[in-house]
């Protein structure tokens, strides 16, 4: 009787303890004192080769209920002697794959797109709510030292690279063709330069947002400062022809020593536009920022009081909002929130760890989709024993 009686406490203090730290597994439904509970059906592995360096997914859902998954794809420069693999590489192209099953199954990976002057990064799908969809993706130049030595101040970042600012693509007919590159203007703060003198066209690794008025809204990052170093800062462009052409808005947020970056857009039911940061200089810490006039203006970013990147926000079927984001520290892995419709109780929402199995900091950047029944695919870069990156997922059920 005293060994069932002590096997019962314990039982109750192990799940207690499970419950105050959020953590997710197969088994276990973990319920916050508001309400949320969320249960992870399994993870899955959606495309892995060994000689390969996956990562940077985006997803989206099709009008027909098919996901379509994009990420980025380079040669796992390990395979090669003395190699060393990178984000930059030469030869990193977009790729997709495509699951008619609700992320059970994908099939083998395709070519999206492969620009002809050097290595793409970073896939950002969008589907508006016409069906147009968007693929914003950025670019970096390998440079020869006889180019370099030609060039005036070409702000190198990574050894012979140039980094030469974004671009997107679009496609009327669900992904079956993609119109040729869109290079959206410069912001008026950048002060970076491509090897054709020009400023570089906008960019960001973010997920855009359609507002209700149809407009469409894209958090891009420049480098407004090179002194003493390198120093990027958020602002907004917008399109009212679905991805087509775009504007300059505003200043979504700056910092004399704080770099933000990788920012993700949310529109609130109530036309709150919320900016959700990736910081550097600031301890790893998630940032938030809200405009309520339409992105005209954006009031002062703030901390969110916790730490991960990047972000990104998908609307849950009861208009409250899952927020996941990659979690680059010991142990690494995958984190989410359930926030409130408005996006205002970010500081209370209880953290859920849906991964904390990783190799090292060399994974993340997640990307949820809802697949229905209350359920939702988290899809995100993995490595396990610092081993070769691959694109996974989690399938969550939130309540």
Known sequence: MKILLFLTKLFVFLTIANISYGQIDDNNVIQRDDGVSIRKIKDIVIYSDTNSYATFPSVIMKPDS???LAFRRAPDRRIFANGKSSHIDPNSYLMYVESSNRGEDWSNPQLLFAHPYGGSQDPCLYITKNGTMLCASYLWVYLSDKSIENLNDPHLERSNFLFSGGYLLRSLNGGNNWEE?????????????NAFGNKISAYNRGQMCEGKNG??????????????KRKTSNYLMVSEDQGGTWEYLSQIAKSDSIIFNETSLYETPK??????????????????????????T?????????????????????NRVLLVYGYRHKPYG??????NPECTDYETAQEFIIREDGGNSDLGYPWAVNIGHNRVLVTYYFNKNNMNRFIAGSILEIE
């Open 298 to 318: 954006f009031q002062k970013w703030k901390s969110m009081g916790f730490q991960g990147h990047p972000l990104q926000a998908t609307r849950l079927s009861d």
């Open 66 to 68: 098919s996901l379509y």
């Open 271 to 296: 036309g709150d536009l919320v900016a959700f940061l990736r910081t550097g200089n600031y301890g790893d810490q998630a940032c938030i920022a809200r405009s309520k006039d339409g992105g005209k």
């Open 181 to 193: 590159p869109i290079y959206p203007p410069a912001t008026p703060a950048e002060q970076s330069f």
């Open 215 to 228: 407009k469409l809204y894209w958090a891009v990052s420049s480098a407004d400062t090179y002194n003493p």
């Open 334 to 339: 995958i984190r989410a929130r359930v926030l």
